[in-house]
C-alpha cells in the first residue's frame, strides 16, 4: 500500500522513479501524449459519431460557462458536502468498531461475517432498499455513501489494530501501562496508516456512491448534473461533471498522499 | 469469563462464530415481524407468509429467476473477460516500452481515479439500449484497475533483466515468458480482484439505469411492487455471489503473492 503511495505521488508529481532523474523529459512527453490523445479523440469523433458526442474543442468551449453557473457550483456543494459528511460519520464509527475488532477477538468474531459479507457486495445493489427506507430524498444519498465507505474503513482498521507489533504490547506489559494508553496510544497510533488506506479506498467509493444515489434518487448534485445534460444531448457541459468528479477523486489521492508524507513518514515501507 | 470467551479453543471461537449468526438471524427476524412489511421482510417468516431464507429456496426451482441470474452472470463474465483480455497485455507491452508508460501512465491514474458510474449517462446516450453497451459498462468499470495496478507491476520490472536478457539475444517470446509476466502477474492480480468488485457494481449499475435485466430487474421490480421479500432475496443472492467471486479472486492473489518483488 505505502509503495503504492509512493508510486501514485510521483506520478502525480509528474516524475516515475526509474527516470526521476531526468524529470523535464518526461513532462514534455506526458504533453505530446496528451495533445495527441486529445486530437485523436477531436478527430475520431468528429469523423465517425454523432453531432451531440463531446469533443475536446467543444468542452473547452463549455467549460467556463460551466464552472461559472451557479447551478453546477450548487451540485458540486451538494455532492461534496454529502460525500464529506458521510466519510466524516463513516470514518468516526468505522475506527471505533475496527479498532475493537482488530483488539477484541469477540468482536471479531461476531461481526467478521457480516463486515466481510457487506463490504463484498456491491452498494448498488441496497441502493432501492436504502431509498425505500430514508425516503427518496438527501437522507438515501448519505445513507449510501456511510454504507459504501464504512466496511472498507472497518476492515483496514480491523488489520491495523492486529498488526500492531507483539513488542509494542510487551513492553506495555511490563511497565503495567493503562488501557487506555494501550489503546488510544500504541493500537491507535501504529494501525493510522492503515487507516489512511481505508479511507483512501472509502473516499473512491463514496464518491461512486453518492453519483448513483443521485441518479436514483434524482437529487440535486453533480451526479443528476451530468444525467441531465447528458440526456438532453448536452454532452460538452456533461463532461464538465465528470471531470470535476475526477478532479474529486485526484484530490482525495493526493490528500492521503500529503498526510502519509507529512505525518507518517514512518510508515513508508514496512 | 472475558479470558474464556476470548480464548482461542476452538469450541469456543465455532460457538461465537454461531451465536453470531444466530444473532443475526434474529435480530432480522425481529425487525422483519415488528417492522412495515413496506420496509422489511422477516427471514424465516411464518407460513402464511413466508420470508426471505424461503423465497431464496423458491428462487432456484423459477426458472424465471434462474434466467435472470444467469443473464446477469452473463454480463458480469462477458464484460470481464473482455477488460481482462486487453487490460493485462496492455499492461504488459507498457512494462516493455518505457516510453510509452511515461507517456500513459499520468491519464491512466487520472481515469482510474474517475467513478466510471459518471459515465453511464453518456453511454445510454450514444449507444442506447442493449446487450453490449452494458458490457460496455462492466467494462468500464473493470478495465482501469486491472490496467492500473498491471502497470504497477510494470514499474517494478528491472530494467537491468530486460538489458540482460537483450544482450544475451533472448527472444522477444522468452523474455515475456521469463521476466514481464512473472514479475508484473502478481499486480495484475491485485487488480483483478479489486476489478472484480468494481465490476460487480457496473453490473447491477448497468442494469438499473440502462435496459433493465437479471438480477438488478429483480430488484426494480420489487422496489416498485414493492416486495420486500423478493428485493432482500435477490441483494441477498447478489451479496452471496459478490463474496464468493472476491473470495476467489483472493485466493487467486495470495497464491502469487509471493512473487511479487522478489529482489526489491
Known amino acids: 500500500m505505502n509503495k503504492q503511495a509512493t508510486h501514485v505521488a510521483a506520478a502525480m508529481m509528474g516524475t516515475s522513479r526509474s527516470s526521476s532523474a531526468f524529470p523535464r523529459p518526461d513532462v514534455r512527453v506526458k504533453i505530446v501524449a496528451g495533445v495527441a490523445i486529445l486530437a485523436a479523440w477531436q478527430v475520431g469523433v468528429a469523423a465517425f459519431a454523432p453531432r451531440f458526442v463531446a469533443k475536446p474543442l467543444g468542452i473547452a468551449a463549455a467549460f467556463p460557462a460551466v464552472i461559472t453557473d451557479p447551478a453546477f457550483q450548487a451540485a458540486v456543494a451538494s455532492t461534496l458536502g454529502a460525500v464529506l459528511q458521510g466519510l466524516s460519520f463513516a470514518m468516526l464509527t468505522g475506527v471505533i468498531i475496527g479498532i475493537a475488532m482488530g483488539r477484541v477477538k469477540v468482536f471479531d468474531r461476531l461481526l467478521n461475517l457480516y463486515v466481510n459479507g457487506l463490504y463484498a457486495m456491491p452498494m448498488v445493489a441496497v441502493l432501492p432498499l436504502l431509498a425505500t427506507w430514508f425516503g427518496y430524498e438527501s437522507n438515501a444519498r448519505l445513507a449510501t455513501i456511510v454504507f459504501a465507505a464504512f466496511f472498507s474503513i472497518v476492515i483496514n482498521v480491523r488489520d491495523g489494530a492486529r498488526s500492531v507489533p507483539p513488542e509494542y504490547l510487551e513492553v506495555c506489559k511490563a511497565y503495567r501501562a493503562k488501557r487506555r494508553h494501550v489503546w488510544f496510544d500504541i493500537t491507535l497510533h501504529s494501525s493510522l496508516p492503515y487507516l489512511v488506506a481505508g479511507f483512501r479506498l472509502a473516499s473512491g467509493r463514496a464518491l461512486v456512491g453518492a453519483v448513483i444515489a443521485e441518479f436514483f434518487v434524482s437529487l440535486e448534485g453533480v451526479g443528476m448534473y451530468i444525467l441531465t445534460h447528458a440526456r438532453s444531448f448536452q454532452h460538452n457541459e456533461a463532461v464538465v461533471g465528470v471531470l470535476a468528479l475526477a478532479a474529486f477523486g485526484l484530490f482525495f489521492e493526493w490528500v492521503m498522499n500529503w498526510v502519509m508524507r507529512r505525518f507518517l513518514p514512518w510508515a513508508r515501507r514496512s | 469469563m472475558i479470558e474464556l470467551i476470548n480464548s482461542d479453543a476452538r469450541w469456543v471461537r465455532r460457538a461465537t462464530f454461531t451465536i453470531s449468526i444466530l444473532l443475526g438471524a434474529a435480530i432480522w427476524e425481529y425487525a422483519g415481524h ?224 509471493a512473487w511479487r518483488g522478489v529482489d526489491g
Open chain 2, 34 to 257: 415488528n417492522a412495515n412489511p413496506l420496509f422489511m421482510a422477516p427471514l424465516i417468516g411464518s407460513t402464511q407468509s413466508p420470508g426471505v431464507a424461503a423465497r431464496l429456496v423458491d428462487f432456484i426451482g423459477d426458472s424465471q429467476f434462474r434466467a435472470a441470474t444467469l443473464s446477469s452472470l452473463k454480463l458480469f463474465a462477458t464484460g470481464f473477460v473482455l477488460a481482462l483480455v486487453v487490460a493485462v497485455p496492455f499492461g504488459i507491452i507498457l512494462a516493455r516500452l518505457t516510453l510509452l508508460r511515461v507517456a500513459l501512465e499520468s491519464y491512466i491514474l487520472v481515469l482510474y481515479v474517475t467513478p466510471m458510474v459518471a459515465l453511464i449517462p453518456f453511454v445510454l446516450s450514444i449507444l442506447g439500449f442493449g446487450f453490449w453497451p452494458k458490457v460496455l459498462v462492466v467494462f468500464l468499470f473493470a478495465f482501469f484497475p486491472i490496467l492500473y495496478n498491471t502497470l504497477e507491476g510494470a514499474r517494478s520490472v528491472k530494467p537491468e533483466l530486460l538489458e540482460v536478457a537483450g544482450s544475451f539475444r533472448a527472444s522477444e517470446w522468452s523474455m515475456w515468458q521469463d521476466i514481464l509476466i512473472p514479475y508484473t502477474l502478481p499486480f495484475a492480480l491485485t487488480g483483478i480482484r479489486q476489478a472484480t468488485g468494481r465490476a460487480l457494481v457496473g453490473m447491477i449499475a448497468a442494469e438499473f439505469f440502462l435496459s433493465t435485466s437479471g438480477l438488478g430487474e429483480v430488484i426494480m421490480v420489487a422496489s416498485r411492487t414493492p416486495d420486500m421479500t423478493n428485493m432482500l432475496a435477490a441483494i441477498s443472492l447478489i451479496t452471496i455471489l459478490g463474496v464468493i467471486l472476491m473470495r476467489g479472486a483472493q485466493v487467486l492473489e495470495q497464491k502469487f503473492s
